[in-house]
């Protein structure tokens, strides 16, 4: 597990933003069934593996970041122990390491965006993305994930109390996730459009 902070910008105060929870425990076995010939964040996209091209997102964003790469059994596990890790975060951007083309400026719209909602979710043409950002209002709730669902739960508690924002993005990379060769294929071309 590996954690990182960088000086907080804009005059905040260094505890004031969330933390980007990295998670990369998942197995990636549709991409090994897909050809892969290695675990998908280790593929090379670019000439870059799949996970450093997303650190490398969380470092430009400048947001303090934490990697939850223990290997647990899904993902509400690994969203679980990523906020017990992190006690002392005011929220947590939540982002599955397989987004290797998100962009730096939207994981810092979703933490901006979070200071007036509990749950802050990006759109790109309509198709919600990632980071789902949470307030510390959500701890509780993210602590008792388990299984492989997810925060969908959490996500529903806040809907039914009109505490979830949507903000549209321009970022494909919020919704370019790599599960497949062809998703890598199709990520290569991505990047080659930038």
Known sequence: MHSGTHGAKDGAQPGSWPTVLVLASGR???????????????ALL???????HTLDAVAASGLPWHLENAGHPGMGD??????????QASGWLILPADLPL???STLRAVAQALAQH????????GVRGHPVGFSAACRA???????DQGAASVVRAQEAVNSVAFIDVTDPGTVTDIDTLEDLRRAEMLLGQR
């Open 141 to 147: 709730g993210l602590l008792g994930l388990q299984g």
């Open 78 to 87: 690994s969203i679980a122990a990523a906020v017990r890790t992190t006690p």
């Open 118 to 125: 509990a749950v802050v979710i990006p759109v790109f043409n």
């Open 28 to 42: 990636g076995e549709r991409f090994t069934a897909s050809g892969g010939s290695t675990h998908k964040l280790q």
């Open 102 to 104: 998100v962009q730096g």
């Open 46 to 52: 670019a000439g870059k593996p799949v996970l450093q």
